[in-house]
């Protein structure tokens, strides 16, 4: 049975005849009793206050930590699965550009074929012109002879005038 401080302020007891307690005395321990307990209570009564409110701060500071710690997890997930896109993006980038270079490459070998064949052709273009223009000259030579010789029968003797 719980003891109340009301319960010690009430209780009573029997006088004996011949010895026992003065009733003054015992109603002043009690008294005093009934308020030290009485104080006690309110203590009791406080102190429990705050451990409810100090559990509550400590369930608040936990849910504070599992929310940071689940945010830290998440973060480094995040962290992780953006470091994974990097390079992968980083990857494709340089096996795009490798394919562009191997393209150039052979877009720049082409045409460099393109221009070894066209200067080729040109050479033998301007080996034909030489040809033709050299043809021509001597052609043109002739006739200036052949066109002296009509006019001077003389120069035939001589040889026909050479350019």
Known sequence: ???TPLDIRNQTFHSKRF???DPEEVKAFLETAAKSFEESGRIRTDLTERLKIAEERVNYYKQIEKTIQ????????????????????GELIVAE???RAQHEIENTKHEAEKL????EELKQLRTNYFIRIRAMVKSQADLLNAMEKEQNPEISENGPVVF
């Open 70 to 89: 689940d945010a830290a997890v998440t973060m480094q997930k995040t962290m992780d699965e953006i470091k994974r896109n990097a390079e992968k993006e």
């Open 1 to 3: 049975m719980e003891l």
């Open 19 to 21: 010895g026992g307690f």
């Open 116 to 119: 070894r064949a066209e200067i």
């Open 97 to 99: 550009a490798k394919t």
